[in-house]
């Protein structure tokens, strides 16, 4: 399990420069940010997460390109390039506003089983961003209301968890709900890199 980490602790962690790490990063690493927004912000305050996004990396080793393959409130699900959260994030030339950290998941997957997991995400490129999952966890954490029924949008977290089903790797928490940070406490995701 990646260990819990205040936000303090995370601001303060050694940050390595992307340039030195990109080679090593792989399809299937976990993208990790936490954000100094005000949507970022609520859904740090209301997970109780020093994490505020999550998404997967996705390598195409053929065109030397690393993307983080993510829902987003804004676009919906989208592959947008890591470099882009680093330098030029929401094209205004510049970072991300906040940490990032990538994470791998410890457990043997063979890669035939990472393509279904990475394949399913692909084929959900251009779903609708669930806008409104973030109330509807609020009520569920007030009101202790169990699961809502699935539809055809996602929130972050959810588009992680189906592809790493897909994958046959099943995340394990225990609220109503799937935030970033329970991805982040599962037994088996380790942090690799602070890059921002």
């Known amino acids: 399990m990646a260990d819990k980490i205040t936000k303090k602790e995370l601001v303060e ?3 390595i ?3 030195k790490i990109r080679e090593h990063l792989r399809t299937g690493h976990i993208f990790f940010s936490s954000g100094s927004y005000a949507f970022s912000g609520a859904i740090q305050k209301l997970t109780k997460s020093t994490w505020s996004h999550v998404g997967v ?3 195409d080793e053929e065109l030397g390109r690393v993307l983080v393959l993510e829902a987003e ?3 919906g699900i989208r592959l947008i390039p890591l470099s882009n959260y680093l330098k030029n994030y929401k094209g205004t030339n510049r970072p991300y506003k906040g940490q990032i950290a990538i994470a791998q998941l410890n457990v043997p997957l063979e890669k035939q089983s990472l393509n279904k997991g990475i394949s399913f995400g692909l084929d959900q490129l251009t779903r609708p961003y669930d806008n409104f999952e973030i109330f509807r966890i609020m009520v569920r954490i007030l009101f202790h209301i169990s699961k809502r029924e699935r539809n055809k949008a ?5 588009l992680v968890r189906d592809m ?3 994958a046959g790797v099943v995340m394990q928490y225990r609220d109503t709900y799937i935030s970033p940070n329970n991805i982040w406490t599962d037994d088996r995701v380790a942090l ?5």
């Open 13 to 15: 962690a050694q940050v």
């Open 17 to 19: 420069p992307y340039e």
């Open 57 to 59: 990396i996705y390598k």
């Open 73 to 75: 409130p804004s676009v």
């Open 154 to 158: 996602y929130i972050c977290s959810e």
């Open 164 to 166: 790493f089903a897909r």
């Open 192 to 196: 690799k890199y602070r890059i921002l």
